[in-house]
């Protein structure tokens, strides 16, 4: 059983910076897509960030150069180093796996999602 704990949520003023962590139980991290997606409030699922088994990132248009998305296989942690927070960027963040061959990492149905961390920022 595969089980994703997100921790590092909060809230922060605008400019400021936050870290999320994805813990994976029962998760092999190496052999997956992992990625992190955030909701707000009367807003569609959008995907933020993702990491490939081969380590190749892709990031939304909106937070380029401000995230940064990495894993740490060892610890089968996932993070999202966030930086340069607006207010826009408020919402639930959740961390996903999927350990799929062939599956893309830009696709929304991953298999494993976690319970989400919420990010206040506040302008």
């Known amino acids: 059983q595969v089980q994703l704990v997100e921790s590092g949520g909060g809230s922060v003023q605008a400019g400021g910076s936050l870290r999320l962590s994805c813990v994976g139980y029962?998760?092999?991290?190496?052999?997956?897509?992992m990625g992190w997606f955030r909701q707000a409030p009367g807003k569609e699922r959008e995907r933020v960030a993702t990491?490939?088994?081969?380590?190749?990132?892709s990031y939304a248009d909106s937070v380029k150069g401000r995230f940064t998305i990495s894993k740490d296989n060892a610890q089968n942690t996932l993070y999202l180093q966030m930086n340069s927070l607006k207010a826009e960027d408020t919402a639930m963040y959740y961390c996903?796996?999927?350990?799929?061959?062939?599956?893309?990492?830009?696709?929304?149905?991953?298999?494993?999602w976690g319970q989400g961390t919420q990010v206040t920022v506040s302008s």
């Open positions: 029962g998760a092999t991290y190496t052999r997956s897509c």
């Open positions: 996903a796996a999927d350990f799929s061959e062939f599956f893309a990492c830009e696709r929304y149905d991953y298999k494993y």
């Open positions: 990491i490939a088994i081969d380590l190749k990132t």
